[in-house]
């Protein structure tokens, strides 16, 4: 006799109906036929029912069912109306919503349906919401006792009411998600099974983050803008401003994820009123991707990447970076050499002249001076990378102090290795010795000082251009390996000069130490020689005896924190030593330091004209 689905829900289980049901089955027959010979206001009642639902005349059978189970208190006004419009009888007559309220309102309290009343309950059966809910409503109501009351029947009420009419204002919540996100409204089944979900207090907001995730959402290919004005209607209850919508607008296009604006709106006073009208729990968005984690970092590192990739950055490779600078501050120069090493970049960027006003300009927000952009032009003319070139310039204390304008701590103390010691080659360079020094240094990263001679700086360019690619030191060893004490003041600040400007016009950098050669120096050096004069604590005699054994034991067996050793590259035999001595001292626990590493770590000012031998603790 019913149509009705009645959804998944053990709790509905109509138990009323199954006893009727029963009843119609096996008990007619003992309907006593003098029933309707009595017709008292029970049988007026049902005629009444009968006539003003379904137009018509009780039937057979009929008649006495209802009497019967009426009597016997199985069932109630309310509950033979909501019977009966379950009824096959009743659903054949298709009536429009908008019917169906007004025969039931006619019928159950003789009156009209207020406009007011009309409007929300047929907004509720748009959303999926049950007619029981309206019975169980009207059968509260005064007008209802009395038409039962000119009866003399008990007019009950519908029990057993499923999640989506006990709470509808929350079922036409439900309704508007799945129209506005789905584009199709909910079964009844869906109606229910989400109802129940927020009546049970699962949050709303993160619910949404799951929509939108989804796979019925995102197969819909939904502009985010369009998702934004969608979570907007929905959170909100209204239209997001146009300064909203901007401002939404504003953190995406900075590299922020549709969480984050989730989060925003689901912050707004508007959804928490909205949800406390429904009875639900708001909730609180999720922030799980890195990038949503620092507005300031995020947007700086999305407008770097546009900047310097012609393009933004897919929000995968934002997580990436945001993830590798938070945990270690410092791996921004390094992120930022990623950035500028993808092909996009290199295309963009392919002049010099623009990689370097880029990279000024964007780290600096100034034009720099002529004299370095000559000289960062200079080195990378000859072939210094621009890695390197891009290290020099980040080193910079500018760069920290524009770096914490977003948030970023870069200016980390540097970690001081436990023991470090400076390997230092002079008389240089000399390719075959040279490359082969720089070979054993490469793959530990290990760090050395070349002091090397003005004129052989030309010569052997590609030593000194692959040792400052290394991250090593090239240092000033005179033009042409004078013994200083013996020339003038003058004489001494030409040997050092000239060498410091054959160096710069290959690397582009003037060198900061120098060494005296022969390790001679008076007051006139002093005064003269314009840069600190390192000298040395170990003196492997490399040049006197030829032996590569011999460096490497006094080496080894000599070495402490802080030590300068002197050695030469000009000697296949010292090359050979060095290709043991470099992984020994990284075994026991050395990093290899330049000269000026070595006096940064060990918080040295070196002062020009003084002489440094060791910089031991
Ligand atoms: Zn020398």
Redesign the pocket.
């Known amino acids: 006799m019913s149509s009705h689905k009645h959804g998944i829900f053990g709790y509905i289980i109509r138990t009323i109906g199954v006893i009727l049901t029963v009843s119609v089955l096996a008990g007619t027959c003992l309907v006593p036929s003098r029933v309707r010979a009595q017709k008292d206001l029970t049988v007026d009642f049902i005629e009444y029912t009968f006539q003003t639902l379904l137009g018509k005349e009780p039937e057979g059978e009929q008649y006495g069912f209802w009497y019967r189970n009426i009597k016997d208190g199985n069932t109630t006004a309310a509950g033979m109306i909501e019977m009966l419009t379950e009824s096959e009888e009743f659903v054949e007559k298709e009536y429009s919503p908008e019917q169906t309220l007004a025969l039931l309102t006619k019928t159950m309290t003789g009156k009209e349906l207020a406009e007011a009343e009309k409007e929300r309950y047929l907004s509720y059966m748009e959303s999926g919401v049950s007619l029981r809910r309206f019975i169980s409503d009207v059968s509260k109501t005064p007008d209802f006792a009395s038409v039962c009351a000119q009866y003399n029947i008990n007019p009950g009420s519908v029990e057993d009411l499923e999640p989506r009419d006990l709470n509808p204002e929350l079922a036409v919540f439900i309704g508007e998600i799945f129209t506005e996100m789905y584009g199709r409204t909910p079964s009844a089944k869906e109606s229910n099974v989400w109802t129940q979900y927020f009546r049970e207090g699962k949050q709303v907001a993160p619910t949404f983050q799951q929509i939108v995730v989804s796979s019925d959402y995102s197969s819909r290919g939904v502009s985010d803008d369009q998702t934004i004005t969608s979570l907007c209607h929905l959170m909100l209850g209204r239209d997001a401003t146009s300064e909203e919508m901007g401002k939404y607008h504003e953190v995406m296009e900075n590299g922020m994820s549709l969480d984050y604006v989730e989060q925003m709106i689901a912050s707004d006073p508007s959804f928490h009123s909205r949800c406390a009208e429904l009875g639900i729990v708001p909730g609180e968005v999720a922030l799980t991707q890195p990038r949503d984690t620092n507005y300031e970092m995020t947007s700086f590192l999305n407008r770097l990447y546009s900047r310097l990739s012609g393009k933004a950055p897919a929000g995968e490779e934002l997580n990436d970076f945001v993830l590798r600078i938070s945990e270690y501050p410092s791996s921004l120069r390094s992120v930022i050499w990623d950035m500028l090493s993808t092909p996009e970049s290199r295309e963009i960027l392919a002049a010099d002249d623009d990689f370097l006003n880029t990279v000024f300009e964007v780290f600096y927000g100034y034009q720099p001076e002529q004299e370095k952009i000559t000289s960062y032009k200079i080195a990378l003319s000859h072939g210094v990378t621009r890695e390197r070139v891009l290290t020099s310039i980040l080193n910079d204390p500018a760069f920290d102090a524009k770096m914490s304008e977003y948030g970023l701590d870069t200016h980390v103390e540097k970690e001081v290795p436990k023991k470090i010691v400076a390997l230092t080659f002079?008389?240089g360079p000399y390719t075959d010795v040279t490359m082969r020094i720089l070979d054993a240094l490469e793959p530990y990263g290990a760090h050395a000082t070349f002091f090397v001679t003005g004129d052989r700086v030309v010569r052997y360019k590609d030593c000194i251009i692959r040792a400052t690619n290394m991250g090593c030191e090239v240092g000033n060893?005179t033009w042409n390996?004078t013994t200083l004490t013996k020339i003038s003041g003058d004489a001494v600040h030409k040997q050092i000069w000239d060498t410091c400007d054959i160096i710069y016009s290959i690397t582009g950098t003037y060198p900061k130490v120098m060494r005296p050669?022969?390790g001679s120096y008076n007051t006139t050096v002093s005064e003269n020689v314009g840069l600190p004069m390192i000298l040395w604590s170990i003196d492997t005699n490399d040049w006197k005896y030829r032996d590569s054994q011999h460096v490497i034991d006094e080496v080894l067996n000599n070495v402490r924190d802080g030590d300068i050793i002197l050695m030469h590259d000009l000697y296949e035999t010292t090359a050979t030593a060095v290709e043991t001595i470099v992984p020994a001292l990284i075994d026991s626990g050395y990093t290899l330091v330049t000269i000026s590493e070595l006096a940064e770590y060990k918080k040295v000012q070196m002062e020009n004209g003084k002489p440094y031998f060791s910089m031991r603790g």
């Open positions: 002079d008389d060893h390996h050669v022969g």
